[in-house]
């Protein structure tokens, strides 16, 4: 009985040639194709409803109908399998890469990418991040031995795209250009409950990499020895983290 | 062997749109109900909303994942979650659906209705059991709208539900919305429904607003409860007597003052009510 109520109420290929009224009465003003049919249209909208409100700039990008379109291609490929619809998108990035329907272009799997980045920070841990000042206050014998601990609302992509642009144009409700090929990393964070995103050097991007890895910070800032100005540009990068609250707060700094 | 009823009063569901006010007022309910699926997530806004609210006021946990009817072994990684869930909130209520939504390992993400046969009776007690064990306390189990009717079913909706709860010694969550939905698109009588569930089972009431389709009702929780769902409530409460009642309402989610007018609206008639039994008596 489920196996071929999942069957109609999915819209399964194959589906149409199944007969529901064997398995569901009907009456005059409604029949059983009408009946199971509002299950069919619940099902598929609710899902896309909901990839919709993890991936928005996706669906403004492509438009209702090809969003749509993307979607219930998505969800046939990929159903469901956890519990939480706030999963839902979790294989969508890598879905994109292959897509080829309509309004598909090359920096939309990274778009989605940084969007499902952005959907799982908003829900991480609530922790106390370090306070800046623990910065200024480690003395400069301890400083290079000295490992950060990392907030778990982070998170860094390197992607083939300056998703900037895009992301601008659609924020501000203007005509997107083409993708901008350029490799470039993104640190997605919250800060409070805010959702931040920003793009980081690479030099950055390797430091922050060695430092989530448990190096001390005297490995970590070799990252920015081709730079003329390393100590200071060391600095600065390792400031920006307590400041946006990466760093994770140590016992002692919690209340 | 019974259920545990402990009176509330009348609340509203803790939804999106009013967690920053939440955060920084004190919610003005009762209590609250949150969908336990949007808060199994280790952190952020919403989980923090939901933690400040459980400080001020009592709050339940009502599932919409758990499948309780499907052919599917039960999906274990979910119910640890929901323990762990309810084991850091110490909800007052933990409730799901009658129902199944989950077939092959595939989650439908919907209220799916069952067979109304004694087949399908033993399997959900079965389940409520495991359930209930793997939860260490008991659940409420609601009633769905539905649209469909199963032609192997041989026993009334009312009488499935009570059995159920009967025999594996949960409560119920009775739905007077979806109860009125379903009268509805099946052609049964909403009052014979009321009549009988059975009375030492029931702990929990939600009201809701529906959608009228023309050739059917659909429960949409998005607009005010409609005077005919007031009017079940009224017989629900003469029969059932004061039960926590929830206001539901997720789509086209209006401002916290609209949902609070509506709890205090079901105050008054859970009040009016006892009132006129009060003087029949």
């Known amino acids: ?255 | 062997m019974s259920i545990a009823r402990p009176y509330l009063g009348h609340g509203i569901g803790l939804r999106p749109r009013h967690i920053g006010r939440l955060l920084a007022e004190r919610p003005p309910v009762e209590w609250m109900e949150a969908v336990s699926e949007n808060y199994l997530a280790p952190g952020g806004r919403p989980v923090a909303a939901l933690e400040k609210v459980r400080r001020d006021i009592p709050v339940a946990l009502h599932g919409v994942s758990l499948s309780i009817g499907s052919t599917d072994p039960v999906d274990v990684p979910y119910l640890r979650a929901l323990r762990a869930l309810a084991d850091r909130i110490q909800p007052a209520i933990v409730s799901d659906h009658l129902c199944w939504g989950r077939h092959g390992g595939r989650y439908v993400h919907d209220l799916w209705p069952l067979p109304l046969t004694e087949e399908a009776l033993a399997h959900v007690v079965e389940r409520v059991g495991e359930v209930q064990e793997a939860l260490g306390r008991q659940i409420l189990l609601e009633n769905v709208s539905s649209y469909v009717a199963f032609r192997e079913s041989t026993m009334a909706e009312w009488d499935f539900l009570g059995e159920v709860a009967r025999r594996a010694d949960c409560g119920i969550l009775l739905d007077v919305n979806n109860i009125y939905v379903s009268a509805r698109n099946h052609g049964f009588s909403a009052a014979e429904y009321i009549a009988g569930v059975p009375a030492d089972r029931v702990a929990q009431f939600h009201l809701a607003g529906h959608s009228d389709k023309g050739a059917y009702l659909f429960d949409s929780h998005d607009a005010e409860v409609p005077e005919a769902v007031w009017n079940l409530y009224r017989a629900a409460v003469a029969r059932f007597g004061p039960v926590p009642a929830l206001i539901e309402w997720d789509d086209h989610i209006p401002d916290l003052e609209v949902l609070v007018g509506e709890s205090r609206k079901a105050a008054a008639i859970e009040a009016e009510v006892q009132g006129l039994r009060a003087v029949g008596s």
């Open chain 1, 1 to 255: 009985m489920q196996r071929l109520f999942h069957q109609l109420a999915t819209r399964a290929p194959g589906s149409e040639a199944i007969d529901p009224t064997v398995l569901l009465a009907g009456t005059p003003s409604l029949d059983a194709h009408a009946r199971i049919g509002i299950y069919a249209d619940m099902f598929i909208w609710r899902q896309i409803d909901a990839l919709r409100d993890d991936f928005p700039k996706l669906a403004l990008l492509l438009g209702d109908a090809p969003f749509y379109a993307m979607a219930e291609e998505y969800l046939r490929e990929k159903p469901s399998r956890h519990a939480s619809l706030s999963e839902l998108g979790r294989e969508l990035p890598d879905f994109l890469r292959e897509w080829s329907g309509e309004g598909a272009r090359a920096d939309l799997a990274e778009l989605a990418a940084l969007e499902w980045a952005r959907a799982k920070v908003f829900e991480e841990a609530n922790v106390k991040p370090a306070p800046p000042e623990r910065l200024r206050m480690m003395s400069p014998d301890a400083l290079p031995l000295a490992r950060l601990r990392f907030v778990p609302a982070l998170r860094v992509l390197d992607l083939a795209h300056d998703l900037q642009p895009l992301w601008q144009a659609l924020e501000e409700g203007a005509r997107p250009g083409p993708p901008s090929p350029h490799r470039q990393c993104v640190a997605v964070w919250r800060k409070e409950f805010d959702v931040l995103h920003a793009p980081i050097d690479d030099d950055e991007a390797q430091a922050l990499a060695l430092a989530r890895s448990g190096e001390p910070l005297g490995t970590v800032c070799e990252a920015f020895a081709q730079r003329s100005d390393a100590v200071e540009a060391a600095f600065r990068a390792i400031s920006s983290w307590f400041v946006e609250g990466w760093i994770l707060a140590e016992p002692e700094e919690t209340p």
